[in-house]
């Protein structure tokens, strides 16, 4: 598992929040656990699907950072199936998401974005 | 290998990890995984996947996740323990001012209406909470009763600078110290349960990340 440093997204946040601006710019503003799984598959190429404690557990450090915010689907919308928790990007996470590509165009990748301004 | 068999193993290893844990914490989890693994045989199912495979993939994003599920749940754990015993702390601390004002009083004589003071304390503190129940998140919430137990130990300290204002240490019950050292340690109960919600919330949240946008 990847350290933390102070004031940073790990590597997979990044790319959760990366993805989850691509799928708002494909007008999917809401996504859920296995949606995302799946199209950051698609967007890595990989084979595998992110495990679940480490999506989740990214997901709800997002969440607690502020960049993403969630809620329970309709149980009218859920018909048959369990009820899923729908993410959405905040505008928090929707800039650290374009710094994130902003910062892989210039430097070819490497580099975390920062989280906020001064480091602990 | 049928992938509801795995994925009902996942499931049972999903409720072990989340136990003991907050039941709405636990709960969410429980249901968002659940809802996980129908979408992945749902979607695999409709790619024309084997079962194997399907039952094999859930399987891997389980083990690869387990590190992640034990780290999760020792912080989930860290902060709820930090969080009762905050609770703990105000509660037992508001008791015990309550019961000896009730009982001999703080300032002056037994009986100084001035004494009366102290519900502001707790007023304080039945408000504040109740404030701070509004927040949404945890992290937010834990953080409002950090602010909210700061809120009564400054009330306490004010109350004692009054009372020295007011004369009351010149009561022949009453001496400086008493009325200081008294309110001096209620000060410090509240300050320090502030400081254990504050501990609860960076459990959830690094020190530098913002709480909410």
């Known amino acids: 598992m990847s350290r933390r440093k102070?004031?940073?997204?790990?590597?997979?946040?990044?790319e959760i929040l990366e993805t989850a601006l691509s799928m708002r710019h494909s007008e999917q503003a809401s996504f859920h656990g296995f949606g995302l799984a799946q199209s950051m598959r698609e967007q890595t190429g990989s084979r595998s699907l992110t495990g679940h404690g480490t999506l989740y557990k990214a997901l709800s450090r997002l969440e607690e950072f502020g960049m993403l915010t969630s809620r329970w689907e309709d149980a009218a919308a859920a018909v048959g199936r369990p009820r899923r928790r729908l993410y959405e990007l905040t505008g928090q996470g929707a800039r650290a998401a374009e710094q994130a590509l902003a910062d892989t165009a210039d430097h070819a990748g490497g580099r975390f974005p920062r989280v906020a301004s001064e480091p602990a | 290998m049928k992938p509801e068999r795995v994925a009902?193993?996942?499931?049972?290893?999903?409720?072990?990890?989340?136990?003991?844990?907050?039941a709405p914490t636990a709960r969410r989890r429980i249901d968002e995984i659940d809802a996980d693994l129908h979408d992945h045989i749902a979607h695999e199912r409709s790619q024309g996947t084997s079962d194997r495979r399907i039952?094999?993939?859930?399987?891997?994003?389980?083990?690869?996740?387990?590190?992640?599920?034990?780290?999760?749940?020792?912080?989930?754990?860290?902060?709820?323990?930090a969080y009762r015993s905050a609770v703990c702390v105000a509660i037992a601390t508001a008791f015990f001012l309550f019961w000896l004002v009730g009982a001999v009083g703080l300032i002056g004589t037994e009986g100084d209406r001035a004494d009366m003071m102290y519900g502001g304390v707790l007023a304080v503190g039945i408000l504040g909470?109740?404030?701070?129940?509004?927040?949404?998140?945890?992290?937010?919430?834990?953080?409002?009763?950090?602010?909210?137990?700061?809120?009564?130990?400054?009330?306490?300290?004010l109350i004692a600078v009054i009372a020295l204002i007011a004369g009351k240490h010149e009561a022949a019950v009453t001496s400086v110290a008493e009325l200081v050292g008294l309110n001096a340690m209620f000060v410090a109960l509240f300050a320090g349960s502030a400081w254990l919600f504050r501990h609860a919330a960076r459990k959830h949240a690094p020190a530098d990340a913002k709480p909410r946008d």
């Open chain 1, 6 to 14: 102070p004031g940073t997204l790990l590597p997979l946040e990044t």
């Open chain 2, 8 to 22: 009902k193993l996942v499931a049972r290893w999903v409720r072990l990890y989340t136990r003991g844990l907050p």
């Open chain 2, 55 to 81: 039952g094999l993939g859930i399987a891997s994003r389980m083990a690869r996740g387990l590190a992640a599920d034990a780290s999760w749940r020792g912080q989930r754990a860290k902060a709820t323990t």
């Open chain 2, 129 to 157: 909470a109740i404030v701070a129940r509004f927040q949404p998140r945890g992290t937010a919430r834990a953080f409002g009763m950090a602010r909210v137990l700061v809120a009564m130990a400054l009330v306490q300290a």
